[in-house]
C-alpha cells in the first residue's frame, strides 16, 4: 500500500514537473505554436498561396504523395551559402530547386514531393535577402500546387522611394508664384558636389536647387551677406534637394568647413532689387 501510494505521488509530481511553466519543452512548444502560419482562403491567388513574410514565422506546407509542390522565392533573391536548403528529413522527401525568368524576373523555385503520407519534416532556406523557415506536411490527398510570400517591408520601403521621388520632382511647386518666377542669378566660387545647379525667386521666397541625388546632410548652411559684407545666418527649410528661404536677397554664399578646408559658394541676384544696391 505505502509503495502504491508512493508510486503514485512520483507520478503525479513527474506531470507536474513537466507541465511546469518554466520547463523548457513546454516553452519552446509554445514559442512554435505561436510562430506556425497557416493556409488562408483570402490568401490565395488561383491555386498559390501568398503569405505575408514575417522574421522567425512556421510557414505551413501541406504536400501529398505524386504531387509536386512549388516554393517560389522573391525575384532576384538568390540561395546562398553552403547548403542553403536543409531539410531534417532527407530520406523521405525529394527536394530540388530551380529558376524562371532572366534577369532582374530571376527567381529561384524549390520543388518538394514526399513518398508517403502523414510524414512531417522543417526545411530552411538561406538567401541573399533572408531565411525562410518552413514545416512541410504530408497528406493523403491534399496539397498545395504552389506557395509564395508578399513582403510588406520591401513594399514600404519600395512606396517611401516612389513618394520620395515625387517630391523630389515638384516639392515646392504648389507655394511659387510662376508669374513672378526669376532665375537672374550668378553662381561662382568653389567647384564642390553641393554646388548648386540654380538658384530662383517668386517675389517673395528665395529658392536654391541642389543637384539630383544630393543627401540632406550634404547640404551646407546658407549666409545672406549684408550691406558691410557681414555674414548673417538666415532660416530656411529643406525640402527633398530644395533649399527655401521665406525672404529674399541679393548676395548669399553657402559655406562649409572650417581654416584650410573651408569652401564657398556665392550666390548674386544680377540685377539687385530697388533700394538694395550692393
Known amino acids: 500500500m505505502i509503495r502504491t501510494a508512493c508510486l503514485i505521488a512520483v507520478s503525479v509530481l513527474s506531470t507536474q514537473a513537466m507541465a511546469a511553466p518554466g520547463d523548457p519543452r513546454a516553452q519552446v512548444g509554445r514559442a512554435n505554436d505561436a510562430a506556425r502560419v497557416q493556409p488562408d482562403r483570402s490568401g490565395y491567388l488561383n491555386a498559390i ?12 506546407i501541406y504536400t501529398s504523395p505524386g504531387q509536386v509542390t512549388d516554393i517560389a522565392l522573391q525575384e532576384g533573391e538568390e540561395l546562398v551559402g553552403p547548403g542553403p536548403v536543409a531539410a531534417g528529413d532527407t530520406v ?4 530540388g530547386d530551380t529558376v524562371s525568368g532572366e534577369g532582374a524576373a530571376r527567381r529561384v ?25 518552413l514545416e512541410l506536411r504530408a497528406t493523403p490527398t491534399t496539397y498545395m500546387a504552389g506557395v509564395s510570400w508578399t513582403y510588406p517591408q520591401d513594399e ?3 512606396l517611401r522611394a516612389r513618394e520620395a521621388e515625387r517630391a523630389r520632382g515638384a516639392p515646392v511647386a504648389a507655394g511659387l508664384a510662376f508669374a513672378h518666377l526669376n532665375f537672374d542669378y550668378r553662381i561662382s566660387g568653389a567647384k564642390v558636389a553641393w554646388r548648386p545647379a540654380r538658384v530662383f525667386d517668386d517675389g517673395r521666397q528665395s529658392i536654391v ?3 539630383d541625388g544630393i543627401a540632406v546632410g550634404e547640404m551646407p548652411p546658407l549666409f545672406v551677406l549684408g550691406d558691410k559684407g557681414m555674414a548673417e545666418l538666415v532660416n530656411y527649410r529643406v525640402d527633398g534637394r530644395f533649399l527655401i528661404v521665406d525672404r529674399l536677397f541679393d548676395r548669399a554664399e553657402l559655406r562649409l568647413g572650417t581654416g584650410k578646408n573651408a569652401k564657398a559658394v556665392r550666390i548674386e541676384r544680377r540685377r539687385p532689387r530697388a533700394g538694395h544696391d550692393q
Not at 110 to 132: C, E, F, G, Q, W
Request: aromatic share 12%.
Open 49 to 60: 498561396q501568398k503569405y505575408a513574410w514575417a522574421d522567425g514565422a512556421l510557414f505551413q
Open 92 to 95: 523521405r522527401w525529394i527536394i
Open 109 to 133: 523555385h524549390l520543388l518538394v514531393k514526399p513518398t508517403r503520407a502523414d510524414i512531417t519534416t522543417n526545411l530552411v532556406i538561406n538567401t541573399s535577402r533572408r531565411t525562410y523557415h
Open 156 to 158: 514600404l520601403i519600395a
Open 209 to 211: 536647387e541642389f543637384p
